[in-house]
Each structure stands twice: as structure tokens, then as C-alpha cells.
């Protein structure tokens, strides 16, 4: 039976393979212009009670976006009061911008949003 150190040095000799692999994958992909954007749905279920954590999904998808991906939006739970205009106003997350610019960035980039 292997050692768990001898495991984890050949698991880890997997994972740079696979990564490589992908690598090469994706890079030929992109010579032949047969690359095309991944298709992403994130999904918040926070809503005001933690504003940073409810404007990720938003900053996240515009991100998405504009790499050239297909991104969704659903709303559960306490985030759907997000989409109310008082409250979209009022939630201001610690260390980015108000969460009202995160919206209208993703409204501007015409990126589906379902409550």
C-alpha cells in the first residue's frame, strides 16, 4: 500500500497534468477560433442583511460578461428584495462600490436576471 506522502507527490503530478492539458486544450481552441464562452448561472440568496455577500453574484457576472461568457442571474430566497429600488438604493457593501452601480452595470450589459 502506498504512503499517503507518495500519494499526494504523484496526485499532485495528476492535477499539473490536468491542468496542462486543459491549457493546451483551450489554446487550440483559440487558434482555430472554434473558442467559445462557457455559460455560467449564479445564484445569490442573500439579500440586504449582508451586502457585500449579496453583490458578488452582480460584480461576478458583469466580470463574466464582458470576458465573453454567458451569464445568468437567479434571485431566491431574501435576494429577491435586491430588485426593489429602495432597497437596490440602500445596500452599500464594505470595500466596493454601492450595489445600485453593480445593477445598472449588469442591466447595461443585458445579462438575465430571474427572481
Known sequence: ??????FLNKGGHMCAAAIA?????????????A???QR???????????????NFPFVWAAALREA????RIELAGDA???MRTA????????GWPPFSQALARVVELKIPIFV
Not at 432597497?87 to 464594505?94: A, G, I, L, R
Open 21 to 33: 492539458g486543459t491549457a493546451l486544450g483551450s489554446s487550440s481552441q483559440a487558434e482555430t477560433g
Open 40 to 54: 455560467f448561472l449564479l445564484i445569490d440568496l442573500v439579500g440586504s442583511e449582508n451586502p457585500t455577500r449579496a
Open 1 to 6: 500500500m502506498p504512503s499517503r506522502r507518495s
Open 35 to 37: 473558442a467559445e464562452g
Open 80 to 82: 429577491t428584495v435586491l
Open 87 to 94: 432597497v437596490s438604493n440602500s445596500v452599500t457593501p464594505v
Open 68 to 71: 465573453g461568457h454567458d451569464v
